[in-house]
């Protein structure tokens, strides 16, 4: 039962355009949402994050969307750059009431090609 | 500041041998969580150990452990090792920054090849 999904497994987009990459999730205990970059054979790089409090989140050319009630969250990306082809992972937590937060559950990624 | 440093980067160990990981989190976080990324189930999230304490623990078998040490650093250790349990392991390091703010930080992972 996959509790993180992302549908699209690849996506390619004009470099200058803007990249929409969607994940949608199921368990509604989720409350915080994370998104990765990652290359083969290399760790996940931490891209941006949002928490449930939040439908929006804003970092440089990142901007993540979250609509609980769809619960479904998005990453946009604008402009797009060749340096930005690379997998994307979707990662969702529930929150300790302590402060921390549970283990990540990831989504499958989706492969995102820049084309210039 | 320096990133998750994770040892060794490379391993290759035997069907039946042990195994220890080692990871160093980000200075001053003291979460640290370990994963294992495989092409066929992704990345999928092993344990996660706070002050020393293991908070949090996935779907994997017993065979898998770990520990965290008053420094923060964290170690796993996979026993008996199976020809399935070749994958890249991922060690994470975690804070909440502020209100409504988690971040969590992966170093460059750990490649395990059992034959």
């Known amino acids: 039962d996959q509790q993180v999904k992302q549908n699209s497994p690849s996506l390619s987009v004009q470099e200058g355009r803007i990249s929409i990459l969607n994940c949608d999730y199921t368990?509604?205990?989720?409350?915080?949402f994370l998104w990765y970059k990652k290359y083969p054979a290399e760790g996940p790089t931490f891209l941006i994050s949002?928490?449930?409090?939040?439908d929006k989140n804003e970092d440089g050319r990142f901007t993540v969307f979250l609509n609980k009630s769809a619960k479904h969250l998005s990453l946009h990306i604008v402009p797009s750059q060749p340096g930005d082809s690379a997998v994307y992972f979707c990662?969702?937590?529930?929150?300790?009431?302590?402060?921390?937060?549970?283990?990540?559950?990831f989504g499958k990624g989706t492969h995102l090609i820049i084309q210039p | 500041k320096a990133g998750v440093t994770q040892t060794p980067r490379y391993l290759i160990k035997t069907r039946g041998q042990q195994v220890t990981l080692s990871c160093s989190p980000i200075?001053?976080?003291?979460?640290v969580s370990w994963y294992q990324q495989t092409p066929g189930q992704g990345l999928q999230f092993l344990f996660e150990?706070?002050?020393?304490?293991?908070?949090n623990k996935g779907n994997f078998p017993g065979r898998f452990s770990g520990r965290q040490f008053s420094n923060s650093r964290s170690e796993m250790n996979v026993s008996t090792l199976e020809l399935g349990d070749s994958a890249l392991y991922l060690c994470?390091?975690?804070?909440?920054?502020?209100?409504?703010?988690?971040?969590?930080?992966f170093g460059p992972g750990t490649r395990l090849t059992v034959t």
């Open positions: 200075s001053g976080h003291r979460s």
């Open positions: 949002i928490s449930s409090i939040k």
């Open positions: 368990n509604s205990m989720f409350d915080y």
């Open positions: 994470a390091s975690s804070w909440v920054k502020g209100v409504g703010t988690y971040e969590q930080y």
């Open positions: 150990y706070f002050s020393e304490t293991q908070r």
């Open positions: 990662a969702a937590s529930a929150s300790y009431s302590g402060g921390g937060a549970d283990g990540l559950t």
